[in-house]
C-alpha cells in the first residue's frame, strides 16, 4: 500500500496548491481529483472560462460602442460563437495542463478518480487505498437551486441553466433570464448582452450584489442599466418551466404580492453554491459540519477527526479562488509543522464586468454597527485623464479610514481595473497603513491608480483633481 505524508483530495485552487506547497515542504505528496483535468471549479468552470467569455465579449463592446469615437473605422466585427467557444476552451486546456506541468516539476503524484476516506489516515481512490499521514479536504463547491422554489437545471438541453451551461450554451439566446443578481449571475449577463441577447436579471433583494458597498451597488445597477441589463428587483421566484425551446419564470413582487411570469429562451440560474462533501464518508467519520453544510474547522483548518484538515470552498468563508489558494497554503505550512497564516480582514473580491468592481475589508455598513467612527476619502474616475480617454470616468474610489488613527479599514472601487487597483490597499492593510501613507506615495501619471492616491488625499486635506 502507498504511503503519503498529505494526500489533498480536490485538484482545484484550494487543492492543488496545498499540494504543491506540501511537496516544496519536502512531503509526499498526492492529490485525488475526479475530473478529467485539474484545476477545479475556477479553471474548467468558473473564473478562467468565464474571464475569457468576458474579454472576447469587452472587445466586441469596445469595437461597436469606442472605436468610432477614436477615429477607428470600418467594419465591426460579428460573433462566430463557435471560435469564441473554442478559445475559452483552449483558454482552459492551457491552464488545467499548466497545473499537470507544476504537479510534475514539484512531484506531487496526481491520483485520478473519485477519493473517499474510508478512515482516518486511509483514502481510498477506486479500488486502491492509500495511506496518508494527514489528509486535507478540498473538494469545493457545487450549485445551489433557487431557495423555495421548483426549478430543474439541465445544462445539457441548454434552456434552463446553471453557470457551467452558461459557459457553454449551443447559441446566443435572444433573450436570457438570470435568476439572482450576485456576482456570477453579472458576469454572465454581461457577457450575454454585449454579444446581442436581451437580459434581464430577477433578484430577490432590492439591490444587486449582497454585501458590496451600498454606493457601489446602485451605481452598479445604474452604469449595467445603462448597458442595456433590464433588472427587475425584489422578485421571488417561485418556478421555472421548460419546454424544448423556451422557458417561463414565475415570479412574486414583494412590494405588493403580486405574481407575474417572464419568458426567455434560456434561464440562467445564479443563485450561489454550496459546499460539496458528497462520497467522501464524512458521516461515518463523524467530522463535524456547521449549520450550512460546511466542513468545521478551527483557526489551524483542523476538523475534528485527527489528521484530517479541510479548506476551500467546503469550509466557512468567501467562496473565491484566491481564499481557497491562500488556505491550501497555509494548511499545508501547517501540516509541515510551520506557522500558517491568512489574515481573512483582506481578502479582495472583485467583480470582473466594465466597469469592475473591487472591495476590500470594511463597508460602511459594517463599520457603522460596530459604532467605529471613520472618514470617507472618495474620488471619480471623471478626475482621471487616463480613465476618461478610455470612456472609463464612470464609477469612483471610496477609502474609508479610521477617524482617529487614520488607519485604512476598507476600501471600495468601481472603475476600470478596479481587480488590480484595490491590491495597492491591501498590501496597505497588511502593513496596518493609514489613508496619509497611500497619498504621500508617489502615483505614476497618468494611471488608473491616481484615482487611489486622491482618495486618500480625500481623507486628509483633499483630492487634488477633484
Ligand atoms: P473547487 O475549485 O470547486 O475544486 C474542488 C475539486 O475537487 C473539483 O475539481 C472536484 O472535482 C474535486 N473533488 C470533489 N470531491 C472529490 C472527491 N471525492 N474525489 C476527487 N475529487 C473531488 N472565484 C474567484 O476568486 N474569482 C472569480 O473570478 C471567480 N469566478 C467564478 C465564476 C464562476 C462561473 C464560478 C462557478 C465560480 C467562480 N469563482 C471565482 C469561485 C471559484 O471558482 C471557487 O471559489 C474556487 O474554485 C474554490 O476552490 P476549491 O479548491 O475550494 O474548490
Redesign the pocket.
Given at each position: 500500500m502507498s504511503q503519503y505524508d498529505v494526500i489533498v483530495?480536490?485538484?482545484?485552487?484550494?487543492?492543488y496548491v496545498a499540494a504543491i506547497r506540501a511537496a516544496q515542504l519536502g512531503l509526499k505528496t498526492a492529490c485525488?481529483?475526479?475530473?478529467e483535468t485539474l484545476?477545479?471549479?475556477?479553471l474548467?468552470?468558473?473564473?478562467i472560462p468565464?474571464?475569457a467569455l468576458l474579454h472576447a465579449s469587452h472587445q466586441l463592446h469596445e469595437a461597436e460602442h469606442n472605436f468610432a469615437k477614436m477615429g477607428l473605422k470600418g467594419k465591426t466585427p460579428s460573433v462566430d460563437w463557435k471560435q469564441m467557444l473554442s478559445y475559452k476552451d483552449d483558454v482552459i486546456g492551457q491552464n488545467t495542463k499548466g497545473i499537470e506541468f507544476l504537479f510534475k516539476k514539484n512531484k506531487v503524484e496526481w491520483l485520478k478518480?473519485?477519493?473517499?476516506i474510508p478512515e482516518a489516515g486511509k483514502v481510498k481512490v477506486g479500488d486502491d487505498v492509500y495511506e496518508a499521514k494527514n489528509i486535507l479536504i478540498?473538494?469545493?463547491?457545487e450549485v445551489a437551486s433557487v431557495p423555495g422554489a421548483d426549478v430543474t437545471v439541465d445544462n445539457d438541453k441548454g434552456v434552463v441553466v446553471d453557470?457551467?451551461g452558461a459557459?457553454a450554451l449551443p447559441k446566443i439566446p435572444k433573450k436570457m433570464i438570470v435568476i439572482g443578481a450576485g456576482?456570477?449571475g453579472l458576469?454572465?449577463g454581461s457577457v450575454y448582452k454585449r454579444l446581442g441577447a436581451e437580459v434581464q436579471v430577477i433578484e430577490f433583494l432590492d439591490h444587486v450584489t449582497p454585501g458590496m458597498d451600498a454606493e457601489v451597488q446602485k451605481q452598479f445597477q445604474k452604469i449595467l442599466t445603462k448597458q442595456g441589463l433590464e433588472f427587475t428587483m425584489g422578485a421571488a421566484v417561485s418556478k421555472v418551466e421548460a419546454t424544448a425551446n423556451k422557458a417561463t419564470v414565475t415570479y412574486t413582487l414583494r412590494k405588493d404580492e403580486s405574481e407575474h411570469t417572464a419568458e426567455a429562451d434560456v434561464v440562467l440560474v445564479a443563485t450561489g453554491?454550496k459546499p460539496?462533501t458528497?462520497?467522501?464518508g464524512l458521516d461515518a467519520l463523524g467530522i463535524e459540519m456547521t449549520k450550512r453544510g460546511q466542513i468545521a474547522v478551527n483557526d489551524a483548518w483542523k476538523t475534528n477527526v485527527d489528521g484530517i484538515y479541510a479548506?476551500?470552498?467546503?469550509v466557512e468563508g468567501p467562496?473565491?479562488?484566491?481564499?481557497?489558494e491562500d488556505e491550501?497554503m497555509a494548511a499545508a505550512e501547517v501540516i509541515a509543522g510551520k506557522h500558517g497564516h491568512v489574515n481573512y480582514n483582506v481578502i479582495p473580491s472583485?467583480i470582473?464586468t466594465t466597469p469592475e468592481v473591487a472591495a476590500v475589508g470594511k463597508t460602511e455598513a459594517q463599520l457603522k454597527e460596530e459604532g467605529k467612527a471613520y472618514k470617507v476619502g472618495k474620488f471619480s474616475f471623471m478626475g482621471n485623464g487616463r480613465a476618461k480617454a478610455m470612456f472609463q470616468g464612470e464609477g469612483f474610489v471610496k477609502l474609508l479610514a479610521d477617524k482617529d488613527t487614520d488607519r485604512i479599514l476598507g476600501c471600495h472601487i468601481i472603475g476600470p481595473m478596479a481587480g488590480d487597483l484595490i491590491h495597492e490597499i491591501c498590501v496597505g492593510m497588511e502593513f496596518g497603513a493609514s489613508a496619509e501613507d497611500i497619498a504621500l506615495t508617489c502615483h505614476a501619471h497618468p494611471t488608473f491608480s491616481e484615482a487611489v492616491r486622491e482618495a486618500a488625499l480625500a481623507c486628509g486635506d483633499g483630492a487634488i483633481h477633484a
Open positions: 483530495i480536490g485538484g482545484g485552487p484550494g487543492g485525488v481529483e475526479g475530473r484545476g477545479g471549479t475556477c474548467n468552470v468558473g473564473c468565464s474571464k478518480g473519485w477519493g473517499s478540498a473538494s469545493g463547491s453557470s457551467t459557459l456576482v456570477i458576469e454572465m453554491r460539496f458528497d462520497g467522501l479548506i476551500g470552498d467546503v467562496m473565491l479562488a484566491h481564499k481557497a491550501g472583485v470582473y
